[in-house]
Each structure stands twice: as structure tokens, then as C-alpha cells.
């Protein structure tokens, strides 16, 4: 019996319960008879926003697909474990050791501290994305898009440096003809969770990321994949970091199988998080048409061959699709597990009906 290949490139909490549904939607499609899927499912995950912090390594959006998938995440936060205590994070603001505004719960820390202490015996992030998944039955697998530390940094305007010159000027009496204002560095999770992007950026880096390679699978699970799903995760930090990674993007431009993406954006306003904030730092227009342009079609150098926008951007699906990008529209909000198999449903549907017009 054929057996449906799905890859998803993901990040984030929209990544996450995008994934969960198309999890639940092959469940219903492809049952296995035991409460599973026979649909083989790959999930390549971003790790842009992985960084070490208080001697210990963190890898975000990995940790939030697993403890999402394993059922014991906290679904009103959207991040983190449920049933969480913090008194380990209580006592290092006590010794003043960490971030005081970057809260990691103890659960969630015991996870961190299982993967440093596997990565300090030798093993690489994704053989310890293995052995994390031991512990529960998900039915997909995890693969970091690399093993490659690729941590991201954002460059802002540093306003506050740039107003102390102002008032130094003025109690001096100067009077200068203004400069370009100065810029600082910062890692992303201190611009995202310490200043909710509302520092302006000017720029991203992920460090280290013209020498990364694909973690082992990686390449092999879009290669053999029946279809590519792009989940509607930050096109710019998210999905950006995992097609920098060298020889990522080429394995997609090489595939026979289509690549279907998902809008992050409805209605011109962004589904959850901050990623407008990153897309006016790139230069590209909040809104599904806009962000379908910057991924770009396939047959036309990018990235996609079909974009899936919500019914209200239904109009933008049609611009899209007669400049060459084909498009569709179709319910985007992930209220619950059923809206997020629906949603999967839609985007596999279009996936695989490109694929059978092929």
C-alpha cells in the first residue's frame, strides 16, 4: 500500500500546531490501525533561535514541536510545559545568574540540562533530538535544520547611546551636525522577548551560517518526500534561518515533489508573535501576498510551487496566481485540533493535486 511522505519545515508555536495537525489529519487519512498514521511524517526544525544561557543550551522551537506533540506542553501560554514551577529561575535572579526577564520553568529546564549534558559527552544536536524523542510516542520525527550553532542576532539602532551623545552635546554647549545613529548587536531572544521586538531592527545574522550543512536526514527527507509543507512560521527568522543553511534550499530546488507554504499573515496582520516586526526590517509587506512574493515561485527561481492564504485573502490568492505563483484559499486560524487537521488537510490536498497535474 502506498504510503504518503510529508516533510514540514517549521519554528515556532504556529509551526507547532500546524504540525500537530497534520499529525491528527494523516491519523484520519492514513490510520494505522492502532490510533497512529501510516503516513511517514519529517519535520525539519529551525534552530535560529537556539542560544546558551546560564551554562546551559536551549533550543526553543525543537523543544516546543516535542513537548507539543508529546501532549504535555502548556496550551494557555503556548510555549513551556505544563504544570510548571519556576523556583530554580526564582533562585538564579537570586544569585543574579541569567536573564531576570527570560523565565525557564524547571521542567522545561530539565530537558536543557539532559541536552547539555549529551552535548558535552560528545553528541550532536540531532542525536540528542533522538534521544529526546524516545521518551514519548510522537508519531513524526524531529530533525534540527542543522547541527551547526547558527544562534541568531539582530542589529537595532541604539537609541539609548544616541540620546546620551544628545544630552552630553547639550551640557557642553555643542552643537554638531547629526551622525548616523548607532548600532548595537543583540541576540534574537533578548530583542524578542526582553523588548517584544519593539526595538526597530536593522538586520539579522545567524552566526556561523555559511559554514552550516543540513543535519544527517535532513537533505534525505525532502529528497524522498511525496510533498513539502512550509509551515506558517516566521518567514524571516523561522523558515529564513532553515533555507540559509547551505545545501537546504538546493535539495528543495532539486525535489520532484511540490512544496506547498502556508501564510503566517491573515487579513494583513500576523497570526501570533512579532514577525512583521522582522518583515519590515527585510523590506517585505505584512500581508499573504506579500510574504507568497518574498518565497517566491518555483518555476520562477523561489521557493514554492502553491501558497495557501486564508478566504479572506482570498483576492490576494488570485493576483498571486496569475502572476505565476498558483495559490488557494482556505480557513487559516488553528483554533483548535480540528481546525489545525483541516488546515493541514487543505495544504496536503493542495500539495498533492499539484503534484498529480504535474
Not at 494505522?32 to 542560544?51: F, H, R
Not at 541536552?115 to 524531529?142: D, H, I, Y
Not at 519593539?198 to 525532502?222: C, K, M, S, T, Y
Not at 513539502?228 to 527568522?237: D, F, G, K, Q
Request: a negative charge.
Amino acid at each position: 500500500m502506498w504510503c504518503v511522505r510529508i516533510t514540514v519545515l517549521a519554528g515556532g508555536v504556529g509551526g507547532s500546531r500546524f504540525v500537530r495537525g497534520v499529525r491528527e489529519e494523516c491519523a484520519r487519512r492514513w490510520p494505522d490501525g492502532s490510533g497512529g498514521t501510516a503516513a511517514s511524517m519529517t519535520v525539519v526544525v529551525n534552530t535560529g533561535d537556539d542560544i546558551w544561557l546560564s551554562g546551559v543550551r536551549l533550543m526553543p522551537d525543537f523543544d516546543s514541536l516535542l513537548y507539543s506533540l508529546a501532549g504535555v506542553n502548556d496550551t494557555e501560554r503556548g510555549w513551556g510545559r505544563a504544570g510548571e514551577t519556576e523556583r530554580v529561575s526564582a533562585e538564579l535572579r537570586e544569585w543574579g545568574v541569567g536573564w531576570p526577564w527570560f523565565t525557564l520553568g524547571d521542567l522545561d529546564l530539565g530537558t536543557h540540562l539532559a541536552r547539555t549534558a549529551w552535548l558535552r559527552e560528545g553528541l550532536t544536536p540531532s542525536q540528542v533530538g533522538e534521544r529526546l524523542q524516545l521518551r514519548w510516542p510522537l508519531g513524526v520525527r524531529l530533525i534540527p535544520a542543522t547541527d551547526t550553532e547558527v544562534d541568531t542576532h539582530v542589529r537595532v539602532a541604539d537609541v539609548e547611546a544616541a540620546q546620551e551623545d544628545g544630552r552630553s552635546g547639550l551640557e557642553h554647549g555643542a552643537v554638531a551636525a547629526p551622525e548616523a545613529p548607532r548600532e548595537r548587536e543583540m541576540h534574537f531572544q533578548e530583542w524578542w522577548t526582553r523588548y517584544r521586538a519593539a526595538l526597530p531592527a536593522l538586520g539579522f545574522r545567524q552566526q556561523n551560517l555559511a559554514d552550516a550543512r543540513p543535519a544527517p536526514g535532513v537533505v534525505e527527507a525532502i529528497a524522498e518526500a511525496d510533498v513539502v509543507l512550509v509551515a506558517p512560521s516566521n518567514p524571516v527568522v523561522s523558515i529564513g534561518t532553515i533555507l540559509g543553511v547551505p545545501g537546504i534550499l538546493e535539495a528543495l530546488t532539486a525535489m520532484p515533489a511540490p512544496v506547498v507554504g502556508v501564510s503566517p499573515i491573515i487579513g494583513g496582520r500576523v497570526v501570533r508573535g512579532m514577525a512583521d516586526a522582522c518583515l519590515a526590517a527585510i523590506g517585505v509587506e505584512t500581508s499573504a501576498d506579500g510574504v507568497g512574493r518574498h518565497y517566491g515561485s518555483r518555476s520562477q527561481g523561489g521557493l514554492l510551487d502553491a501558497w495557501l492564504v486564508d478566504d479572506a485573502d482570498a483576492a490576494a490568492a488570485a493576483a498571486l496566481t496569475a502572476e505565476g505563483l498558483p495559490a488557494a484559499s482556505a480557513p487559516l486560524w488553528m483554533h483548535d485540533l480540528d481546525t489545525s487537521a483541516a488546515l493541514a488537510g487543505a495544504a496536503i490536498d493542495l500539495g498533492l493535486g499539484s503534484a498529480a497535474r504535474d
